[in-house]
């Protein structure tokens, strides 16, 4: 089992940047595959981007260019480095644990309470 925690969520202006942390316990964090999602007031969470334990990453198409994930496996943690960020990338940002590495809510088992993040105009 894995829990998860994330931190480095906060306000900031448009066109700022912010680093997400999440840090594992419990089990082996090298073997899992992670992830981060977002969900806004009122949407449905959305994925943001996925990395396993090689460093091999999937990214959400509308993110590509301004979302970077990367992993410390002798930390176990796994960051979040956004950039050039806008209003609507307001929302909560979840760090997630699974078997594969997949866009998709349903395949990650282990989900952190999340980490508010909001941009101001």
């Known amino acids: 089992q894995v829990q998860l925690v994330e931190s480095g969520g906060g306000l900031v202006q448009a066109g700022g940047s912010l680093r997400l942390s999440c840090a594992a316990y419990?089990?082996?964090?090298?073997?899992?595959?992670l992830g981060w999602f977002r969900q806004a007031p009122g949407k449905e969470r959305e994925f943001v981007a996925a990395i396993d334990w090689s460093g091999a990453k999937i990214l959400g198409e509308s993110l590509k260019g301004r979302f970077t994930i990367s992993r410390d496996n002798a930390k176990n943690t796994v960051y979040l480095q956004m950039i050039s960020l806008t209003p609507e990338d307001t929302a909560v940002y979840y760090c997630?644990?699974?078997?594969?590495?997949?866009?998709?809510?349903?395949?990650?088992?282990?989900w952190g309470q999340g980490t508010q993040v909001t941009v101001s105009a």
């Open positions: 419990g089990s082996t964090f090298s073997s899992y595959f």
């Open positions: 997630a644990a699974g078997e594969r590495m997949s866009p998709l809510v349903a395949h990650y088992d282990y």
